[in-house]
């Protein structure tokens, strides 16, 4: 079974200063990769996919991730962050399934950034 | 138009209550699906329709009925629900199942419906 581990429940950075969130995923194949933000009581947007070919993925926003294969790692990185990038984001995992698609979440991590 | 529309945003209801969730999308898209939400938790799958056929139930108390109307709606029926069933229930929407066709695209979702069960 596909799992996927978020380290770090919070996370508090000033405006203006680098980001990176981490996200480690347990899956047999090639997995495919996503990160999803969240703002209080809303849904889930779509920041970057990863599926295959270069491993450096560029999203909306300004953010960036990096998908490692010899660490099992899908790291989400914005250079500078703007106080509204305070929210939840989710790391997540999709398995191919013959009957469907099955996302698989991370716990999440919580972005707090300082004025 | 990359929008996946719930109603109500906002539900409270008491135990006895049946009601339902909607869902609508006009993207084109073959697989729609439930996740429910609790506060500070990340979203879980409960079903997975995909071509209007359920595909995936994962487990879930049949006190939640899913339907899929047609290919632009997906309706989730409540009835007799506890306290703890009490979340943000999250639809969304992919092109279509992953490898048909060799496809394989992201999940569109919808703000959700916040639901309290009293």
């Known amino acids: 079974a596909q799992s996927v581990t978020q380290p770090d429940i919070h996370i508090t950075v000033s405006e203006g200063a680098s980001l990176e969130l981490r996200c480690n995923y347990s899956y047999g194949a090639t997995p495919y990769l996503f990160w999803y933000v969240q703002s209080p009581g809303q849904g889930l947007q779509l920041l970057l996919k990863y599926f295959s070919g270069d491993t450096l993925v560029q999203g909306i926003k300004g953010f960036e991730a990096e998908f490692k294969r010899s660490q099992s790692s899908f790291n989400l990185r914005k250079p500078s962050v703007h106080w509204s990038d305070a929210a939840e984001y989710f790391c997540?995992?999709?398995?191919?399934?013959?009957?469907?698609?099955?996302?698989?979440f991370g716990g999440g991590t919580r972005v707090l950034v300082k004025p | 138009d990359t929008e996946v529309t719930q109603t109500p945003k906002h539900l409270v209801m008491g135990m006895t209550n049946k009601k339902s969730l909607k869902c609508e999308q006009h993207?084109?898209?073959?697989?729609m699906y439930w996740y429910k939400q609790k506060a500070k938790k990340p979203p879980e799958l409960m079903f997975v329709?995909?071509?209007?056929?359920?595909?995936i139930n994962e487990s879930v108390p049949s006190r939640f009925s899913p339907e899929c109307p047609n290919s632009s709606l997906l309706n989730l029926h409540l009835h007799a629900l506890q306290p703890e069933d009490s979340a943000l229930y999250l639809c969304?929407?992919?092109?279509?199942?992953?490898?048909?066709?060799?496809?394989?695209?992201?999940?569109?979702f919808g703000q959700g419906t916040r639901l309290t069960v009293v």
């Open positions: 997540a995992v999709g398995e191919n399934e013959a009957a469907g698609n099955k996302l698989t």
């Open positions: 969304a929407s992919s092109q279509t199942v992953w490898g048909v066709e060799g496809v394989v695209t992201e999940a569109f």
């Open positions: 329709y995909s071509y209007e056929k359920l595909s």
């Open positions: 993207m084109g898209h073959r697989a």
